[in-house]
């Protein structure tokens, strides 16, 4: 994690045991904390041993979920392989690609260079393909190929053992993105879900990456969430959500109380616009504050019902922060360069009398 990362996971942490009413005993020691008597807030989605290892059986018992397979927690999982006897990965799950098929952009994953070569094919036919590392966040490993030729010059440097244990995600590539955010929370006995959009910046290192999110979160679950006006392609975007968030369960042992999902919606080649869900995070990640926000707001205010919130990153030197922000990292992160990271004020959409 970035040093920036780390700090932020801390507000987060405090911020959920203010709202839990627990102390904060800041980073777990298995020497010094017995497991099973926390509340955690995860730097990554665990496995399963891990969970059971500090105890957690339930998704009240962390900000974050489990997950039975390395691969369950990367987007490696959104698309489906290219041939029914491709190489995958141990308990890689059919069932769950020709679910979230329909909620999803045309595409594939592969394990295998010959398999990519055929995804890379087979989408050529739509346009120019995207790739994404399944490590990769935040816009970071990812590019764009025009051609086979491309492809393979792209190969060339992405070693054999990497893409065998982790996979290349092909999928078509689209125009004018936006990236939609939506999901749902639960901490304790209380749960927003929400909808939004994020923003991209331009990084130290010259590169387009994750600039934050504005969010529109209302009190309660899905359904909430289902029933605030919303323009159709937002309600379209909070469907694909919902049959990939259904979907998950598909994997033995999935639990998750953190549920958050990336839907791109953009112009392909040929000038279709298109919609689909990029990736699940289900473990604390760039809209953490902004959901803490809300439901701090929630926790405080019992007639609020609807409140809007945003988490933003800036790069370089920051334009001015606004008034009543909530600042969570000022300077300069060893790796990333000066940032800023904060959370705006909360403005109240609904409230009842």
């Known amino acids: 994690m970035y040093t920036h990362e780390k700090v932020t996971l801390s ?3 405090k911020s959920i045991a203010r709202l839990i009413e627990h102390p904060f005993v800041g980073e777990f020691d298995p020497r010094a904390h017995v497991a ?4 955690f807030v995860p730097s990554d989605t665990l ?4 969970a059971q290892d500090l105890g957690i059986h339930s998704s009240h018992q962390l900000y974050g979920a489990v997950v039975p397979y390395p691969f369950v927690k990367t987007k490696a999982i959104t ?10 990965p141990s308990g890689w799950s059919s069932a769950f690609a020709d679910g979230v098929h329909s909620a999803v ?10 398999d990519a070569r055929l995804a890379a094919e087979r989408i050529l036919t739509l346009g120019t393909v995207h790739l994404k590392e399944p490590l990769g966040d935040g816009g970071h490993g990812q590019a764009v ?8 010059a792209y190969l060339e440097n992405f070693p054999a053992e990497k893409l065998a244990s982790h996979g290349l995600v092909l999928e078509t590539n689209l125009r004018r993105v936006l990236t939609r955010s939506v999901g749902s929370t639960t901490i304790g006995n209380r749960s927003i879900a929400y909808h939004g959009t994020q923003r991209t910046v331009t990084n130290n290192h010259g590169l387009s990456v994750y600039g934050g999110s504005h969010l529109i979160c209302v009190r309660g679950g899905w359904s909430a969430l289902e029933g605030l006006p919303m323009e159709a392609e937002a309600r379209l975007a909070v469907k694909q959500a919902r049959i990939y968030d259904r979907n998950a369960a598909k994997f033995p042992g999935f639990l998750a109380s953190r549920r958050n999902y990336d839907v791109g919606q953009g112009i392909d080649e040929h000038g279709r616009w298109r919609s689909g ?3 699940a995070s289900w473990r604390s990640g760039g809209a953490s504050t902004a959901e803490l926000a809300a439901l701090t707001a929630f926790a405080n205010d019992p007639g609020l019902q609807v409140v809007e919130t945003a988490s933003v990153k800036e790069y370089g030197k920051p334009r001015k922060i606004p008034v009543g922000a909530a600042i969570h990292f000022h300077g300069d992160d060893p790796e990333e360069g000066p940032l800023v990271r904060y959370t705006t004020a909360i403005r109240a959409l609904c409230q009842v009398a």
């Open 79 to 88: 698309h489906r392989l290219v041939a029914t006897h491709a190489a995958c």
């Open 47 to 50: 496995m399963r041993d891990e």
């Open 105 to 114: 952009l045309p595409g594939f994953t592969a394990f295998s260079a010959d």
């Open 277 to 279: 869900v990029f990736e």
């Open 11 to 13: 507000v987060v942490a």
């Open 36 to 39: 099973g008597h926390f509340f």
């Open 145 to 152: 190929v025009r051609s086979l030729g491309e492809l393979e």
